[in-house]
C-alpha cells in the first residue's frame, strides 16, 4: 500500500514535470517570435527615441550661449534669464554659479527680493541665499545649478563639478558662458542645504 | 493548515511540491490569458498534432476572448490562398491599423495651426529621429490603402461576392471605400504647403457648387471650411475629421463590414458552387483550416512580409514631398489634384461644375450603393455574367480617361514660353535645372545654339550666335531685361560672354538638351526660337540659375514681328541637393 501511494506520487509528480523537447516545427515557431519581440523591443526603442523631445539651443532644455555683458558684479543681484529659467549669480568671493530658478519645494519660481538680499519663495515662504544656499522654509534642499562651462579670454575653460559648487573666477576675463538647461545637479546629502 | 493566517499559493507549494506548483500555476495562467488554452494545448498546435482533447480547445478562445471573437474559429480550404480573394480585404484591413499607428506617432510633434504646421513638418524631416522615414510610411500607405480598397472592392465584383445575401456587405464596403477616401483628403491639408492648401481648396469648391449655390452650396463651404477661404479654422476641421471622425466611422463601418463577411462566410470562388447556392457557411469537415495555429501564424507572416515591403520602400523608393508653405495669395502653375481624385478634375474640365463636380460623382456613387439590389442575375461565373462584366470594364476605361483628363497638361497649358520656363525651372519641385550638382553649374552663359550641328561644331555656332546678337541687337535687349528690377541679374564684367559648356558639366549639357527639346515641342507656337542658360555666382555657396526662352511674335494683324523674351531663374545653395528630392 505504501508503495502503491509512492508509486501514485512518482507518477503525478513525473507527469507534471515532464517537458517534451520541441519537434523542429515547433522550435521554429519559438524563434520566429523570438525574432518578433526582438524587432517589436527595437521598434520600441525607435519610437521610444522619436518620441523624446527635441532641445532647441537658446530654449529651455538646451544650451544657452552669454556673453560677458550678462555676468552681473561681485556679490550684485543675480541676473534673472526667464527664457531659460535660471539666475546667473556672481558671488562676492569672485565665484560664478547658475541657479535652476525652481523651488525645491513644489516648483513655484523664487524671485530676488533685493531689499533682504536673497531669493523669497512667494508660494510656501522658503528663502535662499544669492548662491541659492537654503534658509528657511519647507524647501528640502538648496537651489539646484546648471551645469555651466565657463570660456575665458586666457584660453582656460573651467566646469561645475558633480555637486554643483561655485566656479572660481580668479580674477579671469570672461570671454564666454554656456548654461546647458538640460543638465542640472542637485545639492543632496551633507551639502543638500548648503 | 494554512501556511499564512488565508489560503494562498503557499499551501499550493506545501502540498505539490516547489516544481509542480510552479508548473500548473504557468499552465493556469497561460489557459487564463489564452482564454482556454493551456501550454499543452499551445505547443500541440504547434507541432501540428490533432488536440488531444475534446472539446477542441483551439476554438476556445474564439469564443471566450474579446480579440478572437469576430474571426472565424476556422476557414475554407479554398479560401485560404491567395487565389480568389489576393488577401485584399484582409490588405485593406492591415492598412487601417498600419495608418492608424503611424498616425498617431505623428500627431507627437504635430499642431494644426496655419503658423505652426509647416514648421512642424520641417522638424520631423529634418529633426526628429525617424520623422521622415514616420512621415513616408504614412503617407505611403495612404496611398497604398486607397489602391488596396479599391481594388478588393473590383475583385468582389468580379467573383460575384456581392450578391445575395451579401449586399449590405458591398454597401458597407463602399461606404469603407468613400472614407478612406475622404480620409485621404484631408489628410492631404495637413502639412500646410503649397500643394496641399490648393489641391485641397480646389477640392472644397466643388461643395461650394451644392445647388442651390447661394443657400446649400454656400453654407455647405462655410461648414466644411470654417470660414469663407481655407485658413486656420479650416485646417482645425480638416484635422478633426482626419483623426477623429473620420477614423471612428472607419472603425464603426469595418466592424459592420468584417461581421457581415463572417456571418454570411467568405464566398467561395464562382466555380466550386452551383448556380443560386451559398455554400459558404457550411464547410466540410475536411475541408476546414483552423484559425489556431495555421491562419493566425500566416498572418502573422504577412503582417511582417507587408511591414517590411512598406519599409523598404519608405527607406528607399518613395518620398513624400514638401512644398513650400502655403500662400493663400498665389496659385502655382499646374497645381494636382491627389490622383485618386483626378477623374473628378478631369470630369470638371468638360463643363458645368454642378454637374461634373457633384451630380456625376454622386451618380457614380449612387450606382455603386445600388449595383447589388439591381444585379438579381443569381449566377457568380464570368460566362453568365456578359453584360455586367461589359458595364465594369466600359467604366474602368471611362476612369481611366478621365483620369488622364485630370492632368495639368490637359487643357490648362498656358503660353508656350510660360510652359517651358515651368519645366524648367518650377514653382516647387526641383525641375530640370535645379537638380544640377552644384560643381557642375559652371558660371557662364550658354546657348540652345550650341547644339545646332554636331558637338566638334559648338564653338563654331556660338560664335555666330554672338554675332548674330550683336546684328539683331538681340543681345542688348535681353541684357536690358534681366538687369532690370525686379529680375534683377548682375552680369560680371557687365556683358554676357557665350560660351560652349564645359566637358566638366554634363548635366548642364542635359539641361540645355532638354531646353531645346522643349522649344521643338513648342515649334507651332515659337517662330524663331533660341534658348539661353545663364549661370553666375555672388557667393561662395550660392548660384543663380537664369532661363531665358527667345521667340518672334507676329502680331496678326500688322504682321509686325516683336522679338520677344520670358526668362525665369532659381538660387541654389550647395547644400540644397535638390537631386535628393
Redesign the interface.
Known amino acids: 500500500m505504501a508503495t502503491a501511494n509512492q508509486a501514485k506520487v512518482a507518477r503525478d509528480t513525473e507527469q507534471a514535470i515532464t517537458v517534451s523537447t520541441p519537434s523542429r516545427r515547433e522550435f521554429l515557431y519559438y524563434i520566429w517570435m523570438a525574432s518578433l519581440v526582438l524587432l517589436l523591443g527595437e521598434a520600441g526603442a525607435g519610437i521610444l527615441w522619436f518620441a523624446y523631445p527635441r532641445f532647441k539651443e537658446g530654449t529651455f532644455g538646451g544650451t544657452f550661449t552669454l556673453g560677458p555683458g550678462e555676468v552681473p558684479g561681485a556679490g550684485a543681484a543675480p541676473n534673472s534669464k526667464p527664457a531659460g529659467r535660471f539666475h546667473i549669480s556672481h558671488l562676492g568671493d569672485d565665484s560664478l554659479i547658475v541657479l535652476y530658478g525652481v523651488c525645491t519645494h513644489l516648483g513655484c519660481l523664487p524671485s530676488w527680493v533685493e531689499a533682504n538680499t536673497r531669493f523669497e519663495c512667494p508660494c510656501h515662504g522658503s528663502k535662499f541665499e544669492l548662491d541659492g544656499k537654503y534658509i528657511e522654509g519647507p524647501a528640502p534642499r538648496s537651489l539646484d545649478r546648471f551645469v555651466t562651462t565657463v570660456y575665458f579670454e586666457d584660453g582656460t575653460v573651467e566646469t561645475t563639478n558633480t555637486e554643483g559648487d561655485p566656479i572660481q573666477l580668479a580674477g579671469r576675463s570672461i570671454a564666454r558662458i554656456d548654461i546647458d538647461t538640460g543638465n542640472r545637479v542637485r545639492r543632496t546629502g551633507a551639502k543638500a542645504k548648503l | 493548515m494554512s501556511v499564512l493566517p488565508f489560503p494562498s499559493f503557499l499551501d499550493t507549494i506545501k502540498e505539490?511540491?516547489l516544481?509542480?506548483a510552479v508548473?500548473?500555476g504557468i499552465d493556469d495562467v497561460v489557459a487564463y490569458i489564452t482564454a482556454g488554452m493551456n501550454v499543452k494545448d499551445i505547443?500541440e498546435a504547434?507541432?501540428?498534432e490533432a488536440p488531444s482533447r475534446r472539446p477542441n480547445p483551439r476554438l476556445q478562445p474564439h469564443a471566450d476572448s474579446f480579440w478572437l471573437h469576430m474571426r472565424p474559429s476556422y476557414f475554407h480550404q479554398d479560401m485560404t490562398g491567395v487565389y480568389p480573394t489576393f488577401r485584399l480585404g484582409w490588405l485593406s484591413t492591415y492598412f487601417v491599423v498600419f495608418e492608424t499607428i503611424t498616425g498617431l506617432?505623428l500627431m507627437?510633434w504635430y499642431t494644426p495651426s496655419p503658423e505652426i504646421a509647416y514648421d512642424n513638418m520641417i522638424?520631423m524631416l529634418s529633426?526628429?529621429?525617424?520623422?521622415k522615414f514616420?512621415r513616408d510610411l504614412h503617407r505611403l500607405g495612404a496611398e497604398a490603402m486607397v489602391i488596396i480598397v479599391f481594388l478588393h472592392m473590383l475583385r468582389t465584383f468580379f467573383t460575384g461576392s456581392y450578391k445575395k445575401p451579401r449586399q449590405f456587405t458591398w454597401l458597407t464596403g463602399v461606404i469603407l471605400l468613400l472614407v478612406t477616401m475622404v480620409l485621404s483628403f484631408s489628410g492631404y491639408l495637413l502639412p500646410w504647403d503649397q500643394l496641399a492648401l490648393w489641391a485641397v481648396t480646389i477640392g472644397a469648391s466643388m461643395v461650394e457648387a451644392a445647388p442651390p449655390a447661394d443657400i446649400v452650396g454656400k453654407n455647405l463651404n462655410l461648414l466644411v471650411r470654417g470660414g469663407p477661404d481655407m485658413g486656420a479654422n479650416g485646417l482645425l476641421r480638416f484635422y478633426l475629421l482626419h483623426v477623429l471622425l473620420l477614423p471612428a466611422l472607419l472603425f464603426v463601418f469595418t466592424g459592420v463590414h468584417y461581421y457581415k463577411v463572417i456571418i454570411h462566410g467568405h464566398s467561395l470562388p464562382p466555380q466550386k458552387e452551383n448556380i443560386g447556392e451559398d455554400t459558404a457557411k457550411r464547410v466540410p469537415l475536411d475541408k476546414r483550416v483552423y484559425f489556431i495555429p495555421d491562419v493566425l501564424?500566416n498572418e502573422?507572416l504577412w503582417i511582417?512580409f507587408t511591414t517590411l515591403l512598406l519599409t523598404v520602400l519608405a527607406t528607399w523608393f518613395f518620398k513624400a514631398p514638401l512644398e513650400s508653405h502655403a500662400n493663400p495669395q498665389q496659385t502655382p502653375l499646374h497645381t494636382v489634384a491627389p490622383w485618386y481624385f483626378l477623374w473628378i478634375q478631369g470630369a470638371l474640365k468638360l463643363g458645368d461644375k454642378v454637374f461634373w463636380g457633384l451630380v456625376f460623382p454622386g451618380l457614380v456613387f449612387g450606382f455603386l450603393f445600388a449595383m447589388p439590389y439591381l444585379d438579381t442575375n443569381p449566377s457568380r461565373r464570368f460566362a453568365d455574367r456578359r453584360f455586367a462584366l461589359t458595364v465594369c470594364f466600359v467604366l474602368i476605361a471611362f476612369l481611366m480617361a478621365f483620369t488622364y483628363w485630370g492632368y495639368p497638361t490637359v487643357g490648362v497649358a498656358t503660353s508656350a514660353d510660360k510652359e517651358i520656363l515651368f519645366e524648367m525651372i518650377p514653382e516647387e519641385h526641383a525641375g530640370v535645372l535645379r537638380p544640377i550638382p552644384f560643381d557642375q553649374l559652371a558660371p557662364g552663359a550658354y546657348t540652345t545654339a550650341q547644339l545646332e550641328g554636331s558637338a566638334s561644331e559648338a564653338a563654331l555656332h556660338v560664335e555666330e550666335f554672338t554675332a548674330m546678337l550683336e546684328e539683331t541687337g538681340y543681345g542688348a535687349t535681353m541684357q536690358a531685361e534681366l538687369t532690370a528690377n525686379p529680375v534683377l541679374l548682375r552680369i560680371p564684367g557687365g556683358k554676357l560672354n557665350w560660351s560652349v559648356i564645359p566637358s566638366t558639366s554634363p548635366e548642364l549639357l542635359h539641361a540645355l538638351e532638354e531646353l531645346e527639346h522643349l522649344m521643338h515641342n513648342h515649334k507651332a507656337e515659337l517662330v524663331n526660337p533660341f534658348g539661353v542658360i545663364i549661370v553666375t555666382q555672388d557667393q561662395e555657396t550660392t548660384k543663380r540659375v537664369d532661363v531665358v526662352v527667345s521667340w518672334d511674335a507676329v502680331n496678326e494683324e500688322t504682321g509686325e514681328v516683336t522679338r520677344q523674351f520670358n526668362s525665369n531663374q532659381a538660387y541654389v545653395h550647395s547644400n540644397s541637393e535638390w537631386y535628393e528630392r
Open positions: 505539490k511540491g516544481k509542480k508548473y500548473e505547443r504547434l507541432r501540428g506617432f507627437l522638424a529633426n526628429i529621429p525617424f520623422g514616420m501564424t502573422m511582417a
